[in-house]
């Protein structure tokens, strides 16, 4: 069983393929398990810590944030959410005519607005 924002056994066989591919030369230093980094980007990504307060069981909080950035400019994570936006329509659970993101989802703060900041200073 997963605990608390962390993937299942299932979850990770859906996509394991896409973040560990396996790696024919075995040279260099062996890295650490990409599901304990994936946990760690959920577990950052879901309660709102900051990278340092990230908990030890998910390695240095270097590492999974390092891993993070490089997921994020590979495009690896873009290709899981491709694969799993795909395997929800293929189900029915998600229809693309119906599915979207607006202000209710959304926070926008005062100064995406261009109000600024609240007490900030303005010229006049």
């Not at 396996?22 to 946990?39: E, F, S, V, Y």
């Not at 993070?68 to 395997?87: A, P, V």
Request: include cysteine; hydrophobic fraction near 35%; glycine fraction near 10%.
């Amino acid at each position: 069983m997963a605990g608390r924002y962390e993937i299942s056994v299932q979850g990770w066989a859906l996509i394991e393929d896409i973040v560990s591919p396996d790696r024919p030369d075995g040279r260099g230093r062996p890295k650490r398990d990409d599901r304990q980094m994936l946990n760690g980007i959920f577990w950052i990504l879901c309660s709102g810590a900051k990278w340092r307060d990230l908990p030890e069981r998910f390695g240095p909080w270097k590492t999974v944030y390092q891993r993070f950035r490089q997921w994020r400019d590979d495009g690896t994570l873009e290709r899981i959410l491709s694969r799993l936006h795909l395997m929800l329509r293929e189900d029915g659970y998600m229809n693309l005519d119906t599915w979207m993101a607006d202000s209710t989802s959304i926070r926008a703060t005062r100064s995406a607005a261009g109000d600024g900041k609240k007490g900030a200073r303005r010229n006049h």
